[in-house]
């Protein structure tokens, strides 16, 4: 079962209504798209997620991963005419500190302080959103301009980011 984040950073999502692609070409698009970017450190995979419960369908995710960040993205059907993409944004610290985080009170002092947010540890996380965003819409504008589809505006593209970073 793929692990998914403890703290989600943000997310994105959008509905194309009159386009059908298939999700396993969007996520092909989308490694090659990637590629060009030469990301340092990160491994791609592909994942499923349950829809729902534990006999639930499963639903494949392209994962993204830079050391504890992980870039979760979903491109599929929906309904008889229409194609959704969504991605989260988020960490998933490993298996030692998911342990300490079960801790009452305890575990969530004990990350922040050992385990900080610093500047240079946001500033990554953005930049590793903002060159995995790009990548997204690339494929999406690519798709949407092959199929005469209006290209998403600026107020689309932008993502949705975490209470964490309004403080």
């Known amino acids: 079962m793929a692990?998914?984040?403890?703290?989600?950073?943000?997310?994105?999502?959008?509905?194309?209504?009159?386009?059908?692609?298939?999700?396993?070409?969007?996520?092909?698009?989308?490694?090659?798209?990637?590629?060009?970017?030469?990301?340092?450190?990160?491994?791609?995979?592909?994942?499923?997620?349950s829809e729902g419960g534990i006999f639930s369908a499963k639903r494949e995710y392209f994962r993204v991963r830079r050391k504890e960040h992980l870039f979760d993205i979903c491109a599929a059907p929906f309904g008889a005419n229409a194609f959704f993409v969504s991605w989260w944004l988020g960490e998933a610290p490993g298996f030692l500190w998911e342990l300490v985080l079960k801790i009452p009170f305890l575990g969530p002092a004990l990350l922040k302080m050992f385990r900080p947010y610093t500047y240079y540890r946001l500033d990554s996380a953005l930049m590793f959103q903002e060159l995995v965003r790009s990548a997204v819409l690339e494929v999406i504008d690519q798709l949407t301009e092959a199929k005469g589809l209006r290209a998403l505006s600026e107020l689309d593209r932008k993502p949705i980011l975490s209470s964490f970073f309004q403080k």
């Open 3 to 49: 692990r998914k984040v403890s703290l989600v950073l943000s997310h994105w999502y959008h509905l194309f209504e009159g386009m059908q692609e298939s999700p396993q070409r969007f996520y092909t698009l989308l490694e090659q798209s990637l590629e060009r970017r030469q990301i340092p450190n990160i491994n791609r995979s592909r994942i499923d997620y």
